[in-house]
């Protein structure tokens, strides 16, 4: 019997042996496959902005090896990098989808930081639609976590993403206040590669305010910096920002050099936003040209991708354009069609530069039609805009704003000219009237005194 018992516990520990080398082995095996998923996921990160071909097949790599093992962190991840690059390519519907899934599995282990990126990419996305409220919400999400944490880096890029959103909502003290806390926290962590979206976003804070000069040198920064770093999508909007600036000098043959280039990687890149942005702005310069055909038919291009890509705000700055373009072919009535098409889509996502540039083109296309009514009321709906935008932009220092004012004042030139001339008419018509009733009085007179 000893013999038999003896016999027994020396087979349950060979057993109990074998099966810890096996957990050892399977451990061993699962630590593995875990470690390949975090490479392939890294290495996926490290090239979607210089090959998004290779990129797309790592992530797809880690996400086939991570369901394999059940490893849900590395599964997240892969699906938010999957995510991204259809972010990258326009497929916003297909982004929203992996981006959800990401969130299923980051929700299974509570890793809140896989959540708070999954936010942020999935607000970036509501803010290319336009969809501005929505995209607050979730990069309001996503900034409460990495205010938690204290995650520096995290802050800095959720500041500069809300900052976008005041951007396009014509908020542009909130906006460069966010942008200038994100750019101070990139210096202090010394991360000049993610300080160049910052960058990018501060040039187009100057454009916009008239200062032309400092705004090329900030993209020139860009561009030297995004090249650094091999980041092609940064460079391209760099030298589409660039081409902006020119344009906006007058130097048609600068800007169509920029734009050019930017147009060869944003090809490259297969970046439908990004194609559909630069064409609007070689359509501009055509126009410029008084090559109205060629500038429209560019203008179309650009709105064909903007809807395909349900990117609202693309298309209502489209319309306007399109409008700009009939105007200057003297079709007023089929501009007007298309500022107020633009117009609706401006004021149903809360696009208030877009708004305030209908206002401005539809006062003018009424007024070539002597429709002077309608363009009197269209006058009223600009300066009360103008108005409220300026007092939110500044409503304490005048003189921070001297060059931005100046600027708002060339550009509202044709209005005040507008302005003149339905005062003149006006003024003429009611002596037309004066004049008419004084003759039909006359008339009725003469009327009664021959009877």
Partial sequence: MKIKSKNILFTLLIILLNLSVILVA????????????????????????????????????????AIEAKYLKGKGSALNN???????????????????????????IDLKEGIANCNNNIGLIYEYQGEYDQALNYLQKSLSFEIEKNNREGIASSYNNIASIYYYLAKYEESLEF??????????????????????????????????????????EVIRLSRKYKNKHEEAMGLHNLGSNYFLLSNLEESARYLNKALILRDELNDKS????????????????????????????????????????GIAET???????????????????YFYQSLEIAREIGARAEVLANYQQLTMAYASINEFDSSSNYIDLYATLKDSLSIEDNPEND???????????????????????LAITSFIVLILLAILFIKRRVHSEKSLFRH
């Fill in 179 to 220: 942008f200038t806390k994100s750019a101070s926290i990139y210096d202090e962590l010394d991360n000049e590669k993610e300080k160049v979206s910052c960058l990018i976003n501060i040039a187009a804070l100057n454009e916009i305010q008239g200062y032309y000069k400092k705004s090329i040198k900030i993209n020139q």
């Fill in 82 to 108: 999957i995510g991204n690059i259809h972010l990258f390519k326009g497929n916003y519907d297909k982004a929203l989808e992996y981006y959800h899934k990401a969130i299923e599995s980051f929700e299974l």
């Fill in 399 to 421: 003189s921070t704003n001297e060059k931005s004012d100046k600027k708002a004042e060339r550009q509202s030139d044709k209005i005040r000219f507008y302005r003149i001339v």
């Fill in 26 to 65: 399977q451990t061993h095996s699962e630590s593995k496959i875990k470690t390949k998923v975090d490479s392939l996921n890294k290495k996926c990160i490290e090239n979607w902005y210089s090959d998004r071909e290779l990129a797309s097949n790592l992530a797809e790599q880690a996400l086939d090896l």
């Fill in 274 to 313: 990004g194609i559909s942005s630069t064409l609007k702005y070689l359509g501009r310069i055509y126009e410029k040209k008084k090559q109205f055909d060629r500038a429209i038919d560019l203008y179309f291009q650009s709105l064909k991708l903007s809807e395909e890509l349900e990117d609202k705000r």
């Fill in 319 to 337: 319309f306007t354009l399109i409008g700009e373009n009939l105007m200057e072919k003297g079709n007023y009535s089929r501009a007007t069609e």
